[in-house]
């Protein structure tokens, strides 16, 4: 079984990849059938996501998670937590604050990054 240290140091993988830009590894760490729901409520999927950053139309320039929980449940993993993401979106830059719950699911080929939900935290 996984422990949660496990799980946040997969995690930290996905958010390294995210700020680097580094389509190929978050194509490799993320479920085919992944959902990304932002906090604007628009929803993506892997391909239109990764598609997003691979163009530069997306870029996460910093990503700091705060009050982070972690439940395994079987072959799942649900985080929890507040974030602050320094990102730029079609060439405008913006701090986003807000809660998130991010969901990994076991597969076949190990931990995949299947699910994150973002709702803004109020100014």
């Keep these: ?25 978050l194509e490799a760490l993320s479920h085919d059938d992944l959902v990304y729901v932002h906090g604007s409520a628009a929803v993506d999927t892997k ?12 870029r996460y320039k910093d990503m700091k998670y705060d009050a982070v929980e972690v439940r395994i449940l079987g072959d799942a993993a649900l985080l929890t937590g507040r974030a602050t993401f320094e990102v730029e979106v079609n060439g405008k830059s913006r701090t986003l604050r807000m809660r998130f719950l991010n969901l990994w699911s076991k597969t076949a080929a190990g931990w995949k990054f299947a699910a994150w939900q973002a709702t803004p935290i109020p100014e």
Excluded: K, P, Y
């Design 47 to 58: 391909q239109s996501w990764i598609a997003a950053i691979r163009s530069g139309r997306t």
């Design 1 to 25: 079984m996984i422990t949660s240290a496990e799980i946040l140091q997969i995690e930290e993988r996905r958010r390294a990849a995210m700020t680097a830009g580094d389509a190929a590894a």
